[in-house]
């Protein structure tokens, strides 16, 4: 069996806009650096692998809380948001024409216009995960994250999940050849508490 601890990327000027990033290449904004360079990887985490989406924000955060140079994956890339991509949620959600839907809502075939479905990345983040042969932290986004805690727990994108993405916190699944499981409790980062 092999561990994988994910986290997410810091905020970002997007993030705090609620604009939509997917594989908009946004860089972390000076408050999440200045909070990052606070932050370390708990032991023994801080001795694993490390692999980060090739996207900036999340190759920054994974150098500020290791202090190492990542090795970048595409498959750790964000979901491609297509047209709603710089849009922001709220504006699509009040818009009934939009076919936007909030996340409970989705299933694993929910695709916005001219990009992926959950699916999609559930096909490229399962051999990538099962290819692992150590324990490994990966640096990525909320979407990624998703799709993966929720291969860990059968969540099928209905109804409610089972887990609630923080920043600052390592989610940890245990990944056997189709036999994912999800540890109860996330491990918080060493440094302040954001």
């Known amino acids: 069996m092999t561990r994988l601890a994910i986290i997410r990327h810091g905020h970002t000027a997007w ?5 939509i990033q997917g594989r ?20 023994p985490w801080d001795e694993a692998d490390l692999c980060a989406s090739p996207l900036m ?4 955060t994974a150098e500020l809380i290791s202090g190492r140079v990542p090795l970048c994956t595409d498959a750790l890339m964000e979901m491609d948001w297509g047209t709603w991509e710089g849009q922001q949620g709220s504006v699509l959600r009040a818009d009934p024409a939009s076919g936007f839907r909030d996340i409970e809502h ?7 216009p001219g990009g992926e479905s959950p699916a999609d990345l559930r096909a490229r983040l399962i051999p ?9 932290v990966a640096v990525c986004h909320i979407g990624v994250m998703r799709v993966l805690m ?7 994108f209905q109804g409610a999940a089972p887990f609630r993405i923080k920043r600052d916190r390592l989610y940890v699944i245990n ?20």
Do not use: F, H, K
């Not at 908009?24 to 032991?43: N, V």
């Open 106 to 112: 989705w299933g694993w075939d929910y695709r916005p």
């Open 57 to 60: 924000r999340a190759r920054r």
């Open 150 to 156: 929720a291969v860990a727990t059968g969540w099928e």
């Open 128 to 136: 990538w995960a099962e290819a692992l042969e150590t324990d490994t």
């Open 24 to 43: 908009s290449d946004i860089p972390l904004d000076a408050e999440a650096e200045a909070a990052l360079a606070g932050r370390t990887l708990p032991a």
């Open 175 to 194: 990944i056997a050849p189709g036999t994912w499981s999800a540890t109860p409790e996330p491990v918080r980062l060493n440094g302040p508490q954001v």
């Open 15 to 19: 993030n705090r806009a609620g604009r």
